[in-house]
């Protein structure tokens, strides 16, 4: 058509395809610019550009618990099914703050002036305390709150957690979870450059076991190396909330899963069909990262790149 409009000189002056016009969407948020690294790395801002938000996904943050009092996170935090399955009763409080970070880079409020922003501005946040005060917590209350996540319709569930000894417990518990529907997506381990030892759930079968990369693309030192290792996402010097307003800058694989838990929630918003797919979910996040050419075997497909991932499907 283009071709036949052109060849009217004297009636039209261009003939093209239609373009469009897309709004540039940056967080006001005032930590962002200068310490948010991180969110850059994998897409958001162009991501953003396409769906912002998550409101109908139901993210579940198996830790520490959260602060549920944090004004970047509260609006975001489903309170009423919220579990503390070490002290058995409805709130799941953080006292430790490793909980309230993960919680914060999947889904701290964005564009509100303050603070820092998460991948997704506005998501449900389903906050479950498996983990104590001292960042640990026995096998059986990790499997209690998978569990309750997917009964309760998660549709991702982070593990920033690790162990060294395999419990068919827990493996069941994460296969129910998947039979469900829900993405499990877990920490690789931090002890890559120690004893390298296999840790679970990261190693059980359908997880999407994620490593850390630092600002420059290189393996974070601590990263298992494991060829469970599906993907990487940034995990040194991250910036996230913490309990009573504070803020840390924070170093591990359990701050590299949230990014990727994150972008699965954008892009289960941008593309509900996949809600309850979590193998497609992690197909297309793996074939969309973005390949980093070093130690490949460890780094799984590469980095996740949100905006990549929304705009293949």
Sequence with gaps: MCALLQAQPELIRAAEPEGEQVAEIAPNDPLYRAFQWNLRRIG?????????????????VLDTGVDLTHPDLRPNLLLELGYDFLSDNTRP???ESHGTAVAGIIGAVGNNHDGVTGISWK????????????GRGPDSAMVKAILYAADNGAQVINISST???YSAALETAVQYAQDK??????????????????NYPAAFDGVLAVAAIDDHDQLASFSQRQQYVALSAPGEKITAP???????????????AP????AAALLMARHPELIGEPREVKRVLCETATDLGRERYFQGSGCVDALRAIQAV
């Design 181 to 198: 529907g829900a993405l499990v997506v877990a920490a690789a381990g931090n002890t890559g450059d120690r004893d390298n030892a296999i």
């Design 259 to 262: 990014h990727v838990s994150g």
């Design 123 to 134: 998501v449900k946040l389903l906050p479950i305390k498996a983990l104590n005060s001292l």
């Design 44 to 60: 958001a801002e162009q991501a953003w550009d396409l769906r912002p938000t998550a409101q109908d996904v139901i993210v579940a």
């Design 93 to 95: 409080q953080d006292d």
């Design 242 to 256: 913490v309990p009573n307003l504070g803020l840390k800058s924070l170093d591990g694989t359990s701050m590299a």
């Design 163 to 165: 162990g060294t000894r």
